[in-house]
């Protein structure tokens, strides 16, 4: 089982040392420390290594607010990051190579969403060879720094050496982040040796180049200067992000406000997110004293580590039911906490963090379905899980029925990968309906009025509820996997497209059909070949 729980003190691969008001995360891959029978060298990398920056990153914004600028440096000389380990990639099934890429391109936006929004700048240092997913890494900064050297190179060596494509959003960052012309990112991206010092800088692939006899010291004052930009508070004291409180048994998972039940048989995942059991903080001050336990942090961390297990440790659970329980008028108290202090570091932190988890579940291959029934609490911020999901069903019930609530949390804070709100994007070119629901923020809608205004798919009363909920999910098990994956996946995402949504939906697919493709992963293609003395055999008819 593939555990994303970690901690800096367990860390193998990453070293973390804050000296305020910068941070530095140094990359000393173990090369036995991988998840499987290769060997990690040259600071290659596999999940693990991952796993535990997405959890440093994480930790960042949270644990040290003094911290303005990070710094990523290599812990080995005359090489930043070798990419992603071919052994890994050559014998990782396809499934475990696409969640790669997804969770290293999710850690990658991570990073740059702390430089935009957590106002926590990422600094590359480069200090010799960053290749492939190496040279990706520091595209995911906001700045990289390259050794002047004569040595010291930059590549993206993935088509012309291994028969794949840079799979952490290279190609995209080059022309959409740093408009890297056309031609000269055809260049670097079919070059295996890469670019070099001057011509790196003419082309705009790196920042700056700093010679070796300075490189250390300037590295840090320009880190410092980055630093400088935060409004974070250097003052004030972090929380720390406890291990989660998880139990697995057998086919149920438990955390302290969220339940698993597995059903093989349905090939379902019924996910339960309880609501608060007392009444929320009551200024930000009393946020912090929370630390991990203030209820909307807790239920954000324990959702996306849920969606992170199933979607890694359980393939074949094809469909997510998404339930609340809760008193409403609770959970609109903290949202108002949410809205009113939305311009605390922390409060920032917690909303950016419930973003995250969101976007995580917009990306999961699953088919997401939510279930509005008795007792639920889909209120502001969860209001956003149903207009996440693929489809809606809501029970008809009596004065006492189940009610969905918009608050201000729905119009903006909580975008998605496209720039907009959940529910600008379910109703985009429908200006009219959505200034509708604009006007009913704050009014508890029943089953009748969220299918007339589009809020739900459906809705239900007792007699029917049980049967159409089974009607559906036989049918959903019986459609092809691949199809529903690539259907949801176009209908998630209306509207306009942006460097993260072709990261995800342009690049990711391409990147998983590649992988599936005899001239990559056949016996004879490019990654079963690599490194064995023979050349691979390729199929020469464009598709």
């Known amino acids: 089982m593939i555990d994303f729980r970690t901690r800096p003190d367990r860390y193998k691969h990453w070293k973390l040392s804050i000296t305020p008001p910068i941070a530095h995360l140094v990359l000393d891959v173990d090369p036995d420390g991988g998840l499987g029978d290769y060997?990690?060298?040259l600071n290659s990398y596999d999940l693990s290594v991952d796993i535990e920056l997405a959890d440093a990153v994480q930790?960042?914004?949270?644990?040290?607010?003094?911290?303005?600028?990070?710094?990523?440096?290599?812990?080995?000389?005359?090489?930043f990051c070798a990419g992603a380990n071919i052994g890994m990639l050559a014998q990782a099934d396809h499934g475990l190579k696409v969640n790669f890429c997804k969770f290293t391109n999710e850690t990658r936006v991570a990073m740059?969403?702390?430089t935009d929004r957590s106002k926590q700048s990422y600094v590359a240092a480069i200090n010799g060879t960053a290749a492939g997913g190496g040279y990706e890494l520091a595209l995911a900064c906001d700045r990289i720094l390259l050794i002047d050297d004569g040595s010291a190179s930059v590549s993206l060596p993935e088509v012309p050496l291994l028969g794949v494509l840079p799979g952490t959003g290279g190609l995209t960052r080059l022309t959409d982040k740093r408009h890297v012309l056309r031609d000269r990112a055809d260049v670097l991206c079919t070059t295996e040796e890469g670019i070099k010092g001057r011509r790196a800088l003419e082309w705009n692939l790196v920042d700056e180049l700093i010679p070796r006899s300075?490189?250390?010291?300037?590295?840090?004052?320009?880190?410092?200067?980055?630093?400088q930009m935060t409004d974070r508070p250097p003052g004030e004291k972090g929380i720390e992000l406890r291990d989660l409180d998880r139990v697995i048994d057998g086919d149920r998972i438990e955390y302290?406000?969220?339940?698993?039940?597995?059903?093989?048989?349905?090939?379902t995942a019924s996910i339960t997110i309880a609501g608060p059991t007392g009444p929320p903080p009551e200024s930000a001050a009393e946020v912090v004293a929370l630390g991990d336990e203030f209820w909307p942090l807790a239920i954000g961390r324990e959702l996306d580590?849920?969606?992170?297990?199933?979607?890694?440790?359980?393939p074949e659970i094809g469909t997510l039911l998404v339930r609340t329980v809760g008193d409403p008028a609770v959970v609109a108290d903290y949202d108002v906490v949410l809205v009113e202090n939305a311009h605390h570091w922390l409060v920032r932190e917690v909303v950016l963090l419930f973003g995250r988890t969101l976007k995580r579940l917009d990306m999961t291959a699953r088919s997401v379905v939510s279930l509005i029934d008795g007792g639920s609490c889909f209120v502001g911020f969860l209001a956003e899980i149903p207009l996440a999901s693929d489809r809606v069903y809501m029970h008809l019930g009596d004065d006492d029925g189940p009610r969905i609530r918009l608050t201000a949390?729905?119009?903006?804070?909580?975008?998605?990968?496209?720039?907009?709100?959940?529910?600008?994007?379910?109703?985009?070119?429908?200006?009219?309906?959505?200034?509708a629901l604009e006007k009913t923020v704050g009014e508890d809608l029943d089953a009748k009025s969220a299918v007339d205004l589009g809020l739900a798919t459906f809705a239900f009363d007792e007699i029917d509820w049980d049967d159409e909920i089974r009607l559906f999910l036989e049918e959903r098990s019986s459609f092809s996997p691949d199809a529903l994956t690539a259907m949801e996946a176009n209908l998630r995402l209306a509207g306009?497209?942006?460097?993260?949504?072709?990261?995800?939906?342009?690049?990711?697919?391409?990147?998983?059909?590649?992988?599936?493709?005899?001239?990559?992963?056949?016996?004879?293609?490019?990654?079963?070949?690599?490194?064995?003395?023979r050349r691979p055999s390729l199929d020469p008819r464009r598709t």
Request: glycine share 8%; net charge neutral.
């Open 214 to 227: 300075r490189f250390a010291s300037e590295v840090v004052a320009r880190a410092t200067d980055a630093a």
């Open 59 to 79: 930790r960042l914004r949270f644990e040290h607010p003094e911290v303005g600028a990070v710094l990523v440096e290599s812990g080995k000389d005359r090489v």
């Open 496 to 533: 306009p497209e942006t460097m993260e949504t072709k990261i995800f939906g342009r690049l990711t697919a391409w990147q998983n059909w590649v992988f599936y493709r005899p001239n990559a992963s056949g016996p004879e293609g490019t990654l079963r070949s690599y490194g064995s003395g």
């Open 112 to 114: 740059e969403e702390a």
């Open 409 to 435: 949390m729905n119009l903006g804070a909580l975008k998605m990968a496209n720039g907009l709100s959940r529910l600008a994007t379910r109703f985009w070119g429908r200006d009219d309906d959505l200034r």
């Open 305 to 314: 580590d849920a969606l992170l297990h199933l979607r890694l440790n359980e």
């Open 256 to 267: 302290g406000h969220i339940k698993v039940e597995i059903d093989r048989k349905s090939e």
């Open 39 to 41: 060997e990690l060298k």
